[in-house]
């Protein structure tokens, strides 16, 4: 088979509907070891008490940056090392990833004092950046949180808000949640990545050779997650307005201009909702998203 460049960058950057339309690279181990070098590792405590790892790198306004499903935080290195010069640069582990805890029961509110608690350590404010399924938890943070988030950026929500794709199968949260519970981790991720996200099936017998794959094994549990957190909005319903009114800060929508349409269209439906959303669609790029072009357009918007 060809046509899939398959490696740990693509895995743990792609996030809920990344892994669908693009030929996707890696840099090495040594490059990753040369990031990881740059930066400051610690760990904040959750309202809770669960520990979450953060990784803190540049010297700025303090920025957030938040991962999607499947991922850690090692997703967002690259691009923190891009914003580093201009910014404090934060990637974490979200909750059940990496070195972070996962007390039990899940909740989306969890999650969101995850990041309140990252806010805190930060000074109590900050911006943040939201890359798919992290984009939806980061708008639903900043709703919750009024006043610690000044600026909020978002990247291709994956939200199915018409008919330009299928929804995923309606039972498909309670199917992941069987196969976890099986303890059928790597069919777990199959089932996700095929029906949820929109992988080619032929994909799938490579992806489960690749290196990567036992580190999405790892995370398989993460993915009801990330279904809470996206909640009935991947329906092909048009999203409820009101749903952020109280999202008032400048906030920075974008898309990627060779992604799928679907995702392309929710991107613009969020912005919609939104009293103080800009839009912007990046030319050439995919739910991917090339860090050097994802940064320039961060910087703009943050620091304008």
Do not use: C
């Amino acid at each position: 088979m060809t046509g899939y460049s398959l490696n740990r960058r693509m895995f743990v950057t792609t996030g809920l509907a990344g892994v669908m339309a693009s030929t996707l690279s890696i840099g090495s181990s040594a490059e990753e070891a040369k990031l990881a070098a740059n930066e400051a590792t610690s760990e904040v405590t959750s309202k809770d008490g669960t520990p979450i790892a953060i990784s803190r790198s540049g010297e700025g306004p303090a920025l957030i940056l938040v991962g999607g499903a499947l991922s850690d935080g090692s997703g967002a290195a690259p691009l923190a090392k891009l914003l580093a010069p201009r910014f404090t640069t934060v990637t974490f582990d979200r909750r059940g990833r990496g070195k972070s805890g996962d007390t039990p029961p899940y909740a989306v509110e969890r999650e969101i004092e995850d990041i309140d608690a990252i806010i805190e350590a930060l000074g109590g404010t900050a911006f943040i950046h939201g890359h798919s399924s992290g984009a939806v938890l980061s708008l639903e943070a900043t709703a919750k949180l009024a006043g610690k988030v000044t600026k909020l950026s978002l990247y291709e929500p994956p939200f199915i808000t018409d008919g330009t794709r299928p929804p995923p199968p309606a039972d498909f949260a309670s199917h992941i949640d069987g196969l976890i519970a099986a303890d059928r981790r790597g069919d777990a991720v199959e089932y996700f990545l095929v029906d949820v996200v929109g992988t080619p099936a032929e994909a799938i017998a490579q992806m489960r050779s690749a290196p990567a794959w036992p580190g999405l094994e790892a995370l398989a549990h993460t993915l009801a997650y990330d279904v809470a957190v996206l909640g009935d909005r991947m329906s092909g319903k048009p999203l409820a307005s009101g749903a952020w009114d109280g999202v008032s800060i400048p906030v920075l929508v974008m898309d990627g201009g060779a992604s799928p349409e679907w995702i392309r269209n929710s991107a613009r439906s969020v912005a919609g909702l939104l009293p103080s959303a800009e839009h912007r669609s990046l030319e050439g790029q995919t739910h991917n998203a090339a860090p050097e072009v994802v940064a320039p357009e961060l910087e703009r918007f943050f620091l304008g």
